[in-house]
């Protein structure tokens, strides 16, 4: 194994090919150089280091953010259990949580053209704020956004309807703009054992 590469790997390839979202051409591009390179070899262990805290953050409800597909799946094929709902703009959905659920995700379709970021508000019906997100970034072409929450949070909620309003602006300004409003009638935290 070398010392250094000249022409390492960035961390978002390292990353993709973690999460198996490399395509499979660079598969072996990767895995030769990651054999060759001690520096890129080191960054990969610290981004299965960084997984495997991921995972346990996600399992003691310590975590809330805007997720991929590809981060989704890894956690998913890591034992972390995920409830997943979708759902557009004006739409609403009778959801729950399970005993033994870790991450809910919804689904956010919409129209992102134009907006470098999103803000997500959560009301409750009284028009308290339930749950913020502020300044997600937007990939270029998306057509919706992966929100996961603590499960333990989501149980933790009143039942009844939440209001979701995702708003689109700049990158670093607040959203001003409606995306959408989503509407969860959240129905409580279920036990199989009852």
Known sequence: MTTLQTSCLSFGELAD?????TATPDIERIETHVFE????????????QLRSAIGDLVRSGGVQA?????????????GV????????????????????????????????????????????????DWQRITDVPVREGATEILLALPAALVRSAPN??????????????????????YVFH?????DRQQ
């Open 37 to 48: 390179c001690e520096r890129c070899a080191r960054l990969l262990e610290e981004t299965d």
């Open 160 to 181: 009844g309807p939440m209001r979701l309003t995702l708003r689109g602006g700049a990158a670093g300004s607040p959203g001003e703009h409606v995306i959408g409003e």
């Open 81 to 128: 259990r995920v409830r997943s709902y979708s759902l557009g703009p004006g739409e609403s959905l009778r959801c729950a949580v399970w005993a033994d659920d870790d991450v809910l995700v919804t689904r956010l379709r919409g129209d992102f053209r134009g907006f470098a970021s999103v803000d997500a508000d959560m009301r409750l019906p009284t028009g308290e």
């Open 186 to 190: 959240h129905e409580g935290a279920l």
């Open 66 to 78: 805007v997720v991929t597909d590809a981060v989704l799946n890894r956690l998913a094929r890591e």
């Open 17 to 21: 090919y973690w999460a198996s979202d």
